[in-house]
């Protein structure tokens, strides 16, 4: 597939690669918490446009209400056992797993990828609940390539979203309760707006 994206300049060239795990959190209520790293992957838009070419993207349709529609995003999830599409993603993983290791207890083993054509893909509201996330403290790690877009936290409850721009190789990961008590959406944008792949990293049962 093929998809117009425009490298950052900055990023051009530059040799792919992970630095330090160094991210800062932000507590949420209800303990949940966020853990933001801007820019981890170096050289994030070479990795972007490999994964665009090599990923057996599909596009996928869900009932909503009575009709099915189609998702507004293009998806492809990597199970445990699956070979992922490039070293560079089980380089993050297993950097991953041994940084939370003590506080999660158990490691990343699942990748959940999406791609965001343009400013009309998004995600709705949702919290990754339908497996263990919606009864236990999990976490999610969340790795956005390409064009940054924004994305949106707000409590179950109601009250004041978050937002964090996410593009280019930054990290964000939702920790504590977050998948129960808060929710998460990448909303649609009428600015143009160049494509994303976002690479979601969960425990096992975690979806
Ligand atoms: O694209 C993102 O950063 C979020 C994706 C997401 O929330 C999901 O797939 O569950
Ligand atoms: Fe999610």
């Known amino acids: 597939m093929t998809v117009a994206f425009q490298a950052s300049l900055l990023d ?19 303990g949940a918490w966020i853990d933001v790293l801007p820019g981890w992957l170096r050289g994030a838009d070479a990795l972007f446009d490999r994964l665009v070419a090599a990923v057996p993207w599909k596009a996928e349709r869900r009932v909503m209400y009575d009709r099915v529609v189609d998702v507004p995003r ?26 939370y290791a ?22 709705a509201w949702h919290g990754d609940d339908l497996g263990r996330g919606g009864r236990e403290d999990t976490m999610v790690a969340i790795l956005s390539l ?9 409590p179950r409850g109601g009250g004041p979203s978050v937002r964090r721009d996410l ?12 998948q129960r008590t808060w929710e ?3 909303p649609k944008t009428a600015r143009p707006c160049g494509p994303r792949v976002s690479v979601q990293f969960r425990p096992r049962g975690v979806r």
């Open 184 to 186: 998460h959406a990448v």
């Open 102 to 123: 003590g506080e999660l207890g158990e490691p990343f083993v699942t990748a959940g990828l999406c791609l965001y054509r343009d400013g009309r893909d998004s995600v």
């Open 12 to 30: 051009v060239d530059e040799p792919c690669g992970l630095g330090p795990l160094t991210p800062a959190r932000t507590a949420l209520s209800h």
């Open 146 to 154: 390409g064009t940054p877009r924004s994305l949106l936290l707000r």
């Open 74 to 99: 293009l998806l492809k999830f990597y199970d445990e056992r699956d070979p992922l599409p490039d070293r560079v993603l089980g380089d993050a993983r297993s950097a991953l797993s041994a940084h």
């Open 167 to 178: 593009g280019h190789g930054d990290l964000i990961v939702m920790g504590g309760s977050c």
